[in-house]
């Protein structure tokens, strides 16, 4: 399983970086745009992604491996 990857506010627009990172993977104007690129990356290392608020809480968070305990809500 690979790091998580949390899409979060910077510089007026927004970034995504794996957990634990210093530095962001990709820069985006819209967080639409880097949510995009985190669930690319996600997918393709089986991790999760973490969607921030601008004050830095989470809003929403998605699965993208073998959860052993997978969410009981039905959004997807």
Same mark, same amino acid.
């Given at each position: 399983?690979?790091?998580?990857?949390?899409?979060?506010?910077?510089?007026?627009?927004?970034?995504?970086?794996?957990?634990?990172?210093?530095?962001?993977? %990709?820069?985006?104007?819209?967080? %639409?745009?880097?949510?995009?690129?985190? &669930?690319?990356?996600? &997918?393709?290392? %089986?991790?999760?992604?973490?969607?921030? &608020?601008?004050?830095?809480?989470?809003?929403?968070?998605? %699965?993208?491996?073998?959860?052993?305990?997978?969410?009981?809500? &039905?959004?997807?």
């Amino acid at each position: 399983m690979g790091k998580n990857q949390h899409v979060v506010p910077r510089d007026g627009g927004w970034a995504v970086r794996g957990a634990g990172n210093a530095r962001v993977t %990709s820069q985006h104007r819209t967080q %639409s745009a880097a949510e995009t690129a985190a &669930r690319r990356i996600a &997918r393709g290392e %089986s991790s999760e992604v973490v969607i921030h &608020r601008r004050d830095g809480t989470i809003r929403d968070k998605d %699965s993208y491996g073998n959860d052993p305990h997978p969410p009981r809500d &039905r959004k997807h």
